[in-house]
């Protein structure tokens, strides 16, 4: 089982010092991967479903993982989860292969649909596109970083006559890890990804989605090249070893944890960020 930590580029991890300080102790006490959150806008007054007050800190997850590229040398760097239809999928295909590069094949790149309708609006993308843009993103993206010679023809991109270099690292390119819970999600996870990420789920729900996705995999043809689909799951509290193991009984390869609530241990919410990275990785015999 793989154990990684959610959340470095947001609230009190975003700032430089914090950034930095909180990846190294992650990369030192053992953990497989560092992921970050996104919400490129945040709702004004906050009202449901946006999930933060508009004044919460978000640093930009390309800006966070090229960073990151340049001060870690082992861990591996994870979207957690860039909301792909806000995205120009050409423009993303290059920054997220300088990543792979930069990082030396280190990307994990996990995508979603995105539930917050004033984001799309703001950004002018169609909500009801939402979907059906992220299903072709990833295939545009795909092509630029695997074809000699990109030809795609899509509704939303259309790509030919260029080349976009250097490509990843990663052969064929790195992990696609699509989100969501949703029929289409579990369509998208079997026919185009190589993984699939539920976030705070607990195991119960777990379950469920593994069958969703059981039945997905009867109805859908899964591209070979894809390998066997990685489940990623964010449990919604704190872990320990036990539910460590019943999430792997289920088929769950890889834990990625929340630092949860702010400690009332003494010290700066950075302090207390590091603490909870290393006593989590001793209380998970990572180190």
Not at 78 to 87: D, K
Not at 96 to 117: E, H
Not at 129 to 158: D, M, N, S
Not at 216 to 230: C, D, F, I, V
């Amino acid at each position: 089982m793989d154990i990684g930590f959610f959340g470095i580029n947001m609230g009190a991890l975003s700032s430089r010092d914090a950034i930095t300080r909180v990846a190294l102790a992650v990369e030192a006490s053992g953990y497989e991967s560092l992921w970050t959150g996104e919400h490129v806008v945040l709702v004004d007054p906050q009202v449901a479903p946006s999930p933060r007050p508009p004044e919460s800190p978000f640093v930009d997850t390309i800006a966070t993982l090229a960073y990151l590229a340049g001060v870690t040398e082992r861990v591996k760097l994870g979207s957690g989860i860039i909301l792909l239809a806000q995205r120009n999928p050409v423009v993303l295909a290059k920054e997220l292969a300088g990543i792979d590069v930069l990082s030396a094949g280190r990307l994990l790149f996990g995508v979603g649909v995105g539930y917050v309708k004033k984001e799309f609006d703001v950004i002018g993308v169609p909500y009801a596109e939402r979907g059906a843009r992220v299903t072709e993103h990833i295939e545009a993206i795909r092509t630029l970083w695997t074809e000699k010679k990109p030809v795609f023809q899509g509704k939303f991109t259309q790509i030919s006559d260029v080349q976009s270099h250097p490509h990843p690292v990663q052969n064929p390119h790195p992990p696609i890890i699509i989100g969501g819970m949703s029929e289409r999600a579990c369509h998208r996870a079997i026919t185009q990804c190589n993984g699939w990420y539920g976030f705070s789920l607990g195991l119960e729900r777990t379950a469920e989605m593994l069958e969703n996705l059981k039945v997905a995999a009867s109805k859908y043809e899964r591209p070979t090249a894809l390998g066997e689909l990685e489940i990623t799951v964010t449990p919604p509290g704190p872990v320990d070893l036990d539910m460590v193991k019943r999430y792997e009984d289920l088929g769950v390869s890889r834990v990625v944890i929340l630092r949860g609530a702010p400690s009332k241990k003494e010290g700066s919410a950075v302090d207390n960020a590091v603490r909870y990275v290393k006593e989590a990785a001793e209380n998970l015999h990572l180190a």
